[in-house]
């Protein structure tokens, strides 16, 4: 898969990305963490209605690589799950920005959104 970096999103160092709709926050990994891990065989998510805070764990990811963990990029409840990637985990690399969600959070401190990278920072932070 070739690294495609979505001019809409937000991105962490940690390589999880968000989309903004309103007060709802998709969160997801990146092209760039897909390509790093290779085949993605299982992905462990938390139950919905739990409150997190920016920087907490939030499950994990695990390839035939690696076990990495997801952190939340901005804190708030969360509000709906991707079920089809625990059951499909392959989903997250074939289609990352799309089908490959992972959590979605609503949005407790819109302010935590300005700490966030712009797709230029990321770029610049990947390939740097």
Do not use: C
Request: charged fraction near 25%; glycine fraction near 8%.
């Amino acid at each position: 898969m070739k690294n495609e970096y979505p001019q809409d999103l937000k991105y962490v160092d940690s390589h999880e990305y968000v989309r903004v709709e309103g007060d709802i926050a998709t969160i997801g990994i990146t092209s760039f963490a897909v390509n790093q891990l290779g085949d993605i065989v299982f992905i462990e998510m938390p139950e919905i209605n739990t409150d997190v805070t920016q920087g907490d764990n939030l499950g994990s990811i695990e390839s035939v690589k690696a076990v990495e963990s997801i952190y939340a990029p901005i804190s708030g409840t969360i509000v709906d799950r991707n079920d089809s990637a625990i059951d499909s985990p392959e989903i997250l690399g074939e289609s990352p920005y799309t089908d490959g969600w992972i959590i979605k959070i609503r949005i407790s401190n819109p302010e935590e959104l300005e700490t966030l990278m712009t797709v230029e920072k990321y770029i610049s932070f990947v390939e740097g």
